[in-house]
T-cell receptor, first 114, second 113 residues
Framework: ELKVEQNPLFLSMQEGKNYTIYCNYSTTSDRLYWYRQDPGKSLESLFVLLSNGAVKQEGRLMASLDTKARLSTLHITAAVHDLSATYFCAVASRTGGGADGLTFGKGTHLIIQP | DSGVTQTPKHLITATGQRVTLRCSPRSGDLSVYWYQQSLDQGLQFLIHYYNGEERAKGNILERFSAQQFPDLHSELNLSSLELGDSALYFC????????????FGPGTRLTVL
């Protein structure tokens, strides 16, 4: 059974600081996704990581994937208040021919304070 | 706006009742996934339909069922509702391809009293 663990689950940080969210998963996968969710809202797709060593950046967010370590990171650079949200990583199972849904981590609730 | 639509936005009903949630995927997307989000279980995959056919099942209860119609919209039917079924229900759509990136609808918040 595929398991996805995120840490930390809760993070309070100051504007201007850097921090990293970690996502570990238990079985081999070649597709990893990061989503953002604002309170009471839907999930917004941030990054799709498809191969070992993949790195993607959008603004102050950068995501990377190490398939050998089964680890993805979401790095926040010089945080701003607008980045306050819950961030989820999700992994696609290799079984089921790619038809299975995503397995999500519990999410990291990020609060950025002035 | 992801392009995925869901109705209704909110639904309040009583235990033992049956409800139907509706989802329209993005134009051109053949896959529809259903997910449940609750405080205790987190986000869980329920079921996947592709072009009208069921492709995969996740943690979907026997009281729940889904279908995808020829126009590609999908419905999730929840019956014999229990208090624990109260949750946010999302559908997501994707176009088959290398990324299989899923785009989520706004969700239906179900409250069972």
């Amino acid at each position: 059974e595929l398991k996805v663990e995120q840490n930390p689950l809760f993070l309070s940080m100051q504007e201007g600081k850097n921090y990293t969210i970690y996502c570990n998963y238990s079985t081999t996968s070649d597709r990893l996704y990061w989503y953002r969710q604002d309170p009471g809202k839907s999930l917004e797709s941030l990054f799709v990581l498809l191969s070992n060593g993949a790195v993607k950046q959008e603004g102050r967010l950068m995501a990377s994937l190490d398939t050998k370590a089964r680890l993805s990171t979401l790095h926040i650079t010089a945080a701003v208040h607008d980045l306050s949200a819950t961030y989820f990583c999700a992994v696609a199972s290799r079984t089921g021919g790619g038809a299975d849904g995503l397995t999500f981590g519990k999410g990291t609730h990020l609060i950025i304070q002035p | 706006d992801s392009g995925v639509t869901q109705t209704p936005k909110h639904l309040i009903t009583a235990t033992g009742q049956r409800v139907t949630l509706r989802c329209s995927p993005r134009s051109g997307d053949l896959s529809v996934y259903w997910y449940q989000q609750s405080l205790d279980q987190g986000l869980q995959f329920l079921i996947h339909y592709y072009n009208g056919e069921e492709r995969a099942k996740g943690n979907i209860l026997e009281r729940f069922s889904a279908q995808q119609f020829p126009d590609l919209h999908s419905e999730l039917n929840l019956s014999s509702l229990e208090l624990g079924d109260s949750a946010l229900y999302f559908c997501a759509s994707s176009v088959a391809g290398a990324t299989n990136e899923q785009f989520f609808g706004p969700g239906t918040r179900l409250t069972v009293l």
